[in-house]
């Protein structure tokens, strides 16, 4: 019987080990999940208080072009931040498609800041890209709440 006292002990110690390096994972990643999920929250926030702001001051394409900016620009950002830390880089066509798009979100908002804001045209795009982003946040959000996911990228 004493011969075995040793050998459970070691064991005992191996297996807290591995239970406490899995909650130390879980842990992390739900802290992670958690401040996504207050990121996207506060920019839905930020989103319908440009909208009710706009809509009282009427300047609201005004005030949607600078969101829109610095909307694509915070996803270009990222996606080049992103870039930079993969050895071997494999781009998508799903992922040009948005960055052509964001970019182009980036050039109307400049150009109808810049303009003077008389561009019916441009105007309605801001309209259109403020949606688009506000409706795409709305989708993730949803997600983030319904699935679980595992590893961000």
């Known amino acids: 019987m004493s011969e075995l006292q ?12 591995i239970i406490f390096k899995k909650n130390k994972t879980k842990n992390i ?7 996504i999920k207050i990121i996207i929250t506060g ?10 702001t706009g809509y009282f001051t009427h300047k609201f394409a005004y005030f949607t072009s600078f969101l829109n900016a610095a909307t694509g620009a915070s996803i ?3 996606w080049i931040t992103r870039q930079m830390q993969i050895e071997q880089h494999i781009i998508e066509a799903k992922e040009v498609l948005i960055l052509l798009f964001e970019v182009i979100v980036i050039a109307c908002a400049v150009f109808y800041i810049i303009g003077g804001q008389k561009n019916i045209g441009l ?13 795409a946040m709305i989708l993730f959000f949803i997600f983030m709440v319904t699935f679980k996911i595992n590893r961000l990228m």
């Open 123 to 135: 105007k309605v795009l801001q309209y259109v890209f403020y949606g688009t982003h506000l409706i």
């Open 76 to 78: 270009l950002i990222y």
């Open 43 to 52: 920019l839905i926030i930020l989103y319908l208080c440009v909208l009710v």
């Open 29 to 35: 990643m739900s802290i992670s999940d958690q401040w």
């Open 6 to 17: 040793p050998f459970k002990r070691t064991f005992i110690a191996a297996r807290a080990k």
